[in-house]
């Protein structure tokens, strides 16, 4: 067996230890993207918090959302029966028609209720979506976390001045912005050229990444002629999965290289490398083994600048 993961980084400014790449868990309820109920079940997700806890993962990422609140439930269940305690960051969003502070109050007392837990480690909003501008949210955030139900306070989606902002608004209640949490894998490198990641790196503030395997792509499972079932059709077509293989390659001759390391440990390891905390989702023990062999060694620059390169490519 191999030793739990002991290497820790720390959110943002907050002091919260963090494991080098978290587990995501949209999946853990959710019928609608992921197929929940058919392919995979309670069984499967319950044995996969099992492995991330033996694996030493101390993050765990869900939403309100997810599952209509399944995958909330569902944490905080295993949690509770675990007798442990981990990070566990959760979201709210902000729906267009939630115009006030109340809103937030109202959608925390729920995700906590869901989960089982007097406060979450780190409470982020989900979409900076309008009308509600970000200082008002921010100070929502704030009070949150005076009255001790958030320990911490993330984004989600956030562009460059939406962060500014967020971390401005936060920073006169003596708070710090801990995190923001957007789309980046090696296919979709968008904060790499829009300042986020820049920002991040300026402000100390936690770049997590979702889905750094491009929701499977990465794997090398899903090829033209195998693709992604369900709604993943429609996001990656015939095209796009061919023009993705030629990178797929480069991840699995450079996991050789690693000692047999697999394209999804490499896709991993490379957003650690890029200064990321990834949360890959994972259905099942098999998933969560796999995605944990992304910890513990480190791609060299030379391959980290030959998969930016190739990466480039695809989007061409
Ligand atoms: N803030 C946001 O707006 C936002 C948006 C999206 C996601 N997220 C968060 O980020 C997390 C991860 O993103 P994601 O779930 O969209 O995508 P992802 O992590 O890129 O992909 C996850 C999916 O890939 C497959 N997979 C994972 N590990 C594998 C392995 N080792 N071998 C083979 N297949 C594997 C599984 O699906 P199959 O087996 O079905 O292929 C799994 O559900 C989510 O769970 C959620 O917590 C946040």
Same mark, same amino acid.
């Given at each position: 067996?191999?030793e739990?993961i002991?290497?820790?980084?720390?959110?943002?400014?907050?002091?919260?230890?963090?494991?080098?790449?978290?587990?995501?868990?949209?999946?853990?309820?959710?019928?609608?993207?992921w197929?929940?109920?058919?392919?995979?079940?309670?069984?499967?997700?319950?044995?996969?918090?099992?492995?991330?806890?033996?694996?030493?993962?101390?993050?765990f990422?869900?939403?309100?959302?997810y599952?209509?609140?399944? *995958?909330?439930?569902?944490?905080?269940?295993?949690?509770?029966?675990s007798?442990?305690t981990f990070?566990?960051?959760?979201?709210?969003m902000?729906?267009?028609?939630?115009?006030?502070?109340?809103?937030?109050?109202?959608a925390?007392?729920? *995700?906590?209720?869901?989960?089982?837990?007097?406060?979450?480690?780190?409470?982020?909003?989900?979409?900076?979506?309008?009308?509600?501008?970000?200082?008002?949210?921010?100070?929502a955030?704030?009070?949150?976390?005076?009255?001790?139900?958030?320990?911490?306070?993330?984004? *989600?989606?956030?562009?460059?001045?939406?962060m500014?902002?967020?971390?401005?608004a936060?920073?006169?209640?003596?708070?710090?912005?801990?995190?923001n949490?957007?789309?980046?894998?090696?296919?979709?490198?968008?904060?790499?050229?829009?300042?986020v990641a820049?920002?991040?790196?300026?402000?100390?503030?936690?770049?997590? =990444?979702y889905?750094?395997?491009?929701?499977?792509?990465?794997?090398?499972?899903?090829?033209?002629?195998?693709?992604?079932?369900?709604?993943?059709?429609?996001?990656?077509?015939?095209?796009?999965?061919?023009?993705?293989?030629?990178?797929?390659?480069?991840?699995?001759?450079?996991?050789?290289?690693?000692?047999?390391?697999?394209?999804?440990?490499? =896709?991993?390891?490379?957003?650690?490398?890029?200064?990321?905390?990834?949360?890959?989702?994972?259905?099942?023990?098999?998933?969560v083994?796999?995605?944990?062999?992304?910890?513990?060694?480190?791609?060299?620059?030379?391959?980290?600048?030959?998969?930016?390169?190739? *990466?480039?490519?695809?989007k061409?």
């Open positions: 067996m191999t739990p002991s290497e820790r980084v720390t959110l943002g400014n907050t002091g919260i230890a963090i494991t080098p790449m978290g587990i995501g868990t949209w999946a853990w309820g959710d019928g609608v993207m197929g929940y109920g058919k392919g995979y079940t309670d069984a499967d997700v319950r044995a996969a918090f099992d492995a991330t806890v033996a694996a030493g993962i101390n993050f990422d869900t939403a309100e959302v599952g209509l609140g399944r *995958s909330e439930k569902l944490l905080g269940q295993f949690i509770r029966e007798g442990q990070v566990v960051a959760t979201k709210f902000p729906f267009p028609f939630w115009l006030t502070k109340n809103a937030l109050r109202r925390l007392r729920n *995700s906590l209720k869901r989960l089982g837990m007097p406060r979450t480690d780190l409470y982020q909003m989900h979409f900076p979506l309008p009308p509600v501008p970000v200082e008002t949210w921010m100070d955030m704030a009070e949150a976390v005076e009255a001790g139900f958030v320990r911490a306070v993330g984004v *989600s989606n956030y562009d460059m001045k939406q500014g902002r967020a971390h401005t936060l920073a006169k209640r003596g708070i710090p912005l801990a995190s949490q957007v789309f980046y894998s090696l296919l979709h490198r968008d904060p790499e050229f829009n300042g820049q920002l991040c790196k300026d402000l100390n503030i936690t770049l997590i =990444a889905s750094p395997l491009e929701k499977g792509v990465l794997t090398g499972k899903y090829t033209p002629d195998n693709p992604p079932p369900g709604p993943r059709k429609n996001i990656y077509s015939r095209e796009y999965l061919q023009k993705a293989q030629p990178l797929i390659e480069m991840l699995r001759d450079f996991g050789d290289a690693h000692g047999g390391k697999t394209p999804a440990q490499v =896709a991993l390891n490379w957003t650690i490398c890029k200064g990321a905390v990834p949360i890959p989702g994972a259905k099942n023990v098999r998933q083994q796999s995605n944990v062999g992304a910890l513990g060694w480190r791609l060299t620059d030379d391959e980290v600048a030959a998969l930016d390169e190739l *990466s480039l490519a695809v061409a």
